[in-house]
């Protein structure tokens, strides 16, 4: 999951919304990651309630998430 420091360098601030996830509490420690990919639209979950956080990632998510990232900081 992306960390703070990576956040900053995409130019995203952590955010201190709710993220629509049943499986991402606010207590977690990546909650504002989360709230703040959501916001910028780098990441979309699994579903509409869950985002999985704790399952393995396949490389058809690694690369959606890599072209949002890409288009976000307008390298594409």
Do not use: C
Request: proline share 3%.
């Amino acid at each position: 999951m992306l960390n703070s420091q990576r956040l900053k360098g995409l130019g995203l601030k952590p955010v201190d919304g709710k993220a629509p996830f049943a499986d991402v509490d606010a207590s977690d420690w990546y909650h504002s990651a989360v709230a703040a990919s959501i916001e910028a639209g780098v990441i979309s979950g699994r579903g509409s309630h869950e985002l999985a956080s704790k399952a393995n990632i396949t490389r058809a998510e690694v690369a959606a998430i890599v072209q949002r990232i890409l288009k976000a900081s307008d390298l594409i």
